[in-house]
């Protein structure tokens, strides 16, 4: 039985720091098993010495696939890493927002010869229209997985936050006006609704769908923890755009009329075109609500049949026509019995712990045990060093930059003076990594 089984993580990030649940899930291989784990980050030039490592998985992460919305950048990247495709190993995908560009990831799949699909859809008729050109569909294997699960490290930050409850009320969603079909769509509409009803309530609420509002690491935890209620829906598209041909003539009318509203862009862009899949699906968002504490409101769905209304969630009806009646029935006790159940149900239980999804994932790939604990050698070492050391330069030396400074931001992506960076915190982590060796 082999003891240094070698893990090769590929994943993409460039200059905006990795979202908490994305970073997790990214290093949660490492975190819960005993194999050897490193990671390239696409962006840059692949090291010499993870060339001459023989690998035993590849695992290609969302944040890798996700470039496909940029079809030209998607195929440099898949010149760059065009020698990982003579690894007889097992290869690994982990797509998300699968209902659009799904002819680019099976032309992808196709070509680097991937042996399972770790999807978040469940459902067998939305695979066979999304991986329709996927040409070993009989012998690939698809996994339903979640976009996300509970890492046990944060339940103490969110504890810690959640102790003082200074918001009654808060939400953070990107709008994507229509590219996501009416399911995507109706993300804004919660947010925009509700606020409209707050403006005259007695409660305090932060909502915004501003995507400059968007907030990073320990800030996010404070804020979804700090809150009383959070609002939501299912996540993904109900809109199939396998190639963003409806993404892209939805851009080209939204610039033009920037005042239109979801039908006439529908209308116009994708008529009778929508709801033909159905890719809803429970969020991470879910579980870092019930980690803070925070009583969620949310649009009724099925949520992978995790959540149930009245019980999980406060719901919302399809039409949107309690909300008055959900503001106005509002009060501490209800809230406490819900986000208690909830807690008790999806994370005491441990049922949605990354622990358990990572010892899932070994059993379902069938991958060779180790009896042992793998000592690191110093590529190893180096490879973390180089991982982290571009997550903390992207938090906290660029995006914290306010936007009077974006153009240092631009200055450092254009001129490339990552060297300058790198020394400016080598110390910072050098003694970061003493300290853990020590340790």
Known sequence: MKKNKRILIIFHQHLIPLRNTVKKYIQCFEKYSNYEVFYYNSHFKCPFYLKKINWDLIIFNTTFLIIRT???????????????????????????????????????????????????????????IIYKDLKKINTVKFINVLAGYVDSSEIKKYKKYSKNKSTDFTYRVFSAKARNGYLGYQKIMIGNLFKDKLIDSKYSFDISTDIKKTIYGSKWIKFMASSKYTLGIEGGSSLYDPKYELRDKCLVYEKKNPNANFSKIEAKCFKNMDNHVNCAVITPRIFEAIMGKTCMILKEGTYNNILKKNIHYIPIKKDYSNIDNIIKNLNDKKRKIIINRCYKDLIETEHYSYESFVENFFKEIKFEKTQKPYKKGILNYINKFTFYLYDYLCLYLLFSLNSEDNILVKLIAKIKLKKIFYTNIAVYYTKRVIQLINK
């Open 70 to 128: 940029q079809y030209q950048k998607f195929i440099k990247l898949q010149k760059n890493i065009e020698f990982f495709r003579k690894y007889n190993c097992i290869k690994v995908a982990f797509p998300q927002d699968e209902a659009h560009g799904g002819k680019y990831l099976c032309d992808f799949f196709n070509k680097f010869n991937i042996n399972y699909i770790f999807s978040l859809l469940f459902k067998s008729s939305d695979i066979k």
